[in-house]
């Protein structure tokens, strides 16, 4: 009797895809050639799970513990994590000549947060060859300033690296202090900045701008990013320079263009770059509460980004707003939001509070540190920033393992997980409403 197959939703196919996909690059981490000393199995989870899901977070330092063979690796799960996995899978299936069917559209379009299935293959080509131009763009520009510096292989090296790392918004770096030897260095910060914003907007942003031209005809989502993004970054540089602008352990003593510098690129990093170019453990509190917001939202849906995204943020807030105005639909730019997206938006901010919660609260009695401090690096982990305070160094087993976890429900989302494990069969009874009292 032949066994019958089982038939994986997407939400589940993608989870066993990126769970395979680390289990693999750990098992290479592992590998002699791979570190220069050994590690743990643990430590090489941790890694690969940062690196797949473009977090940045690190237990043991990338460019000590592992060789370049071990460094490429960690470069090779980047690059498939941030621009996802079925987009190569399905440039392999082009390349080879085989037909795209129903099914695989459907994985990529989970893949890449997206809406429709109409032009997903399109798209898919259009994201991978803007993404090997950004990079190589990218990779032209830091050899300019780092080839001088350290030489030939090493200045190319360190090039590739961390615009792979950039784009993809993951914020691994092969120098123990990430880039804080350039802090106020303007093509360094420029350059990396851009990368990462770029890559935090959105593709569909991207393309849309591109192909439009014209503000007035560009889609409601690509206004809602645009401007959102501006607002935020151009608000955080100025909060980030006021809180920290006496602060001598971190931009008090340089020259008023060496704070700004210094703040640009520290206000745009916690949108899920994981970059940083001063100390985060010595800055002010009100600063680092500032970062923990910003971490939590994040970046643009479809893209390398994680959090929750600033436009799942803003239908929230516009309908808060439409309700205390006793309006039926919230509306933007003259267009209504649906009931459907708002309880999406809702549903994956409660999911993503519940995460950051739990996750937090085991943390807390795992380990021995301030709640700040757990608070910041849960959230650092649920958003795939990768910026720490210092705790991730030194965590206990238990908090490893929570940190992986969090880490790779935040990278593919609660929804994801919701609908790989929910029954979602539609309900034909209707019962009769009833209102509940609230507030």
Not at 165 to 178: E, L, P, T, Y
Not at 272 to 279: C, K, L
Not at 398 to 406: A, E, F, P, R, S
């Amino acid at each position: 009797m032949k066994a019958k197959a089982v038939d994986f939703n997407p939400a589940q196919t993608l989870i066993l895809v990126f769970i395979s996909l680390i289990a693999l690059g750990t098992i290479l981490l592992m590998l002699p050639i791979s570190t220069t000393e050994s590690i743990t199995f643990l430590d090489a989870l941790f890694t690969a799970t940062s690196a797949m899901t473009v977090t940045g977070l690190i237990v043991v330092d990338t460019g000590t513990a592992f060789t370049m063979f071990g460094e490429i690796i960690i470069m090779a799960l980047i690059q498939l994590g941030g621009l996802g996995i079925m987009t190569f899978a399905v440039l392999i299936f082009i390349i080879l000549g085989k037909k795209i069917g129903i099914k695989e559209r459907l994985l990529v379009r989970q893949a890449l947060n997206q809406t429709s299935l109409g032009g997903i293959i399109r798209l898919v080509r259009k994201l991978f060859i803007f993404s090997i131009t950004m990079e190589a763009i990218a990779v032209v520009l830091l050899s300019l300033r780092w080839v001088p510096e350290m030489g030939w292989s090493d200045g190319i090296y360190a090039s590739i690296f961390h615009s792979i790392s950039a784009f993809n918004n993951a914020g691994f770096s092969i120098w123990s202090d990430s880039l804080s030897g350039y802090v106020t260095d303007p093509v360094i910060n420029i350059v990396i900045t851009f990368l990462f914003i770029i890559g935090g907007v959105g593709f569909t942003v991207v393309f849309d701008v591109w192909k439009s031209k014209e503000f007035r005809h560009l889609a409601l989502h690509t206004k809602v990013m645009l401007i959102g993004t501006i607002v935020v970054n151009v608000f955080s540089i100025f909060m980030i320079f006021v809180l920290e602008f006496n602060n001598s352990n971190t931009i008090g003593d340089f020259s008023t263009s060496g704070k700004w510098i210094a703040s640009y690129f520290q206000a745009v990093t916690p949108r899920t770059a994981g970059f940083n170019t001063i100390d985060i453990g010595q800055m002010e509190e009100s600063s680092l509460f500032y970062i923990l917001l910003l971490m939590f939202v994040g970046g643009g849906s479809g893209s390398t980004a994680g959090g929750i995204k600033l436009s799942t943020a803003l239908i929230i807030i516009l309908a808060a707003i439409a309700f205390f105005r006793e309006k039926e639909h919230p509306n933007l730019y003259r267009r209504s939001l649906s009931n459907h997206l708002i309880l999406r938006a809702l549903a994956l901010t409660v999911g993503s509070v519940m995460v950051v919660f739990v996750s937090s609260f085991i943390l807390n009695m795992s380990e021995d540190a301030p709640f700040l401090v757990i608070l910041f690096e849960t959230i650092s982990a649920f958003g795939t920033v990768g910026l720490s305070m210092g705790l991730t160094g030194s965590l206990t087993t238990i908090g490893k393992v929570m940190i992986i976890v969090t880490m790779l429900v935040g990278k593919l989302g609660p929804l994801t997980f919701a609908f790989a494990f929910a029954t979602q069969k539609p309900d034909p009874i209707k019962y009769p409403s009833e209102d509940v009292l609230t507030g």
